[in-house]
């Protein structure tokens, strides 16, 4: 059975840190392509950033030179280092894994529940 477990999500202030971190099981981790969504009351889920399994990225436009994903195989877990937070990074941050890559939801099989993060003075 396939886990995906998000952790590392809370309160900051603007221009604050975060790292968020995802813990997949029951699956072959270096094989699958992972990513990290975003979601707020009302508006759709939004891709934040995706790492293949080779190790490529890519990122919104809106958390460039902000973000960063990364992945450690043999922890089975991916990460998001978020600095220079902003009011409007609050949401609710979902991590993916997909065996096909893309930047849509249906790309992505298994899907955590979620961490939230709150960017507030």
């Known amino acids: 059975q396939v886990q995906v477990v998000e952790s590392g999500g809370g309160l900051v202030q603007p221009g604050g840190s975060l790292r968020l971190s995802c813990a997949a099981s029951?699956?072959?981790?270096?094989?699958?392509?992972m990513a990290w969504f975003r979601q707020t009351p009302g508006k759709q889920r939004e891709l934040v950033a995706t790492?293949?399994?080779?190790?490529?990225?890519n990122y919104a436009d809106s958390v460039k030179g902000r973000f960063t994903i990364s992945r450690d195989n043999a922890k089975n877990t991916v990460y998001l280092q978020m600095n220079s937070l902003k009011p409007e990074d609050t949401a609710v941050y979902v991590c993916?894994?997909?065996?096909?890559?893309?930047?849509?939801?249906?790309?992505?099989?298994?899907w955590g529940q979620g961490t939230q993060v709150t960017v507030s003075s």
């Open positions: 790492i293949t399994s080779g190790g490529s990225t």
């Open positions: 029951g699956l072959t981790f270096s094989r699958y392509h």
């Open positions: 993916a894994a997909g065996a096909r890559y893309g930047l849509g939801l249906y790309d992505y099989n298994y």
